[in-house]
């Protein structure tokens, strides 16, 4: 079970799904991720309001589907056995 998105993940999102891009821009998730934190870094507080809004939201859902879920990153040994 993948984790519920923060903040600043709902709104990269928005800016990938709305293509507040440019034409000239690169339309990889690398650029957008770059060019949304650029963004986010210069956004007031009450711009940035309703994206840690909507993320509690998707928290409080997250836990109503998943309630015992609990966040356990694996190690750097585990990914390696993996592979």
Request: hydrophobic share 35%; charged share 30%; with cysteine.
């Amino acid at each position: 079970v993948s984790r519920p998105p923060n903040a600043f993940m709902v709104y990269r999102s928005y800016i990938w799904f709305t293509k507040q891009l440019d034409n000239t821009d690169e339309r990889n998730l690398s650029c957008v991720s770059k060019l949304a934190a650029e963004s986010w870094k210069d956004m007031s507080a009450q711009a940035q309001a309703p994206f840690h809004e909507i993320a509690a939201l998707a928290k409080r859902k997250h836990a109503e589907l998943h309630p015992d879920y609990k966040y356990a990153p694996s190690s750097r040994s585990e990914k390696a056995t993996k592979k």
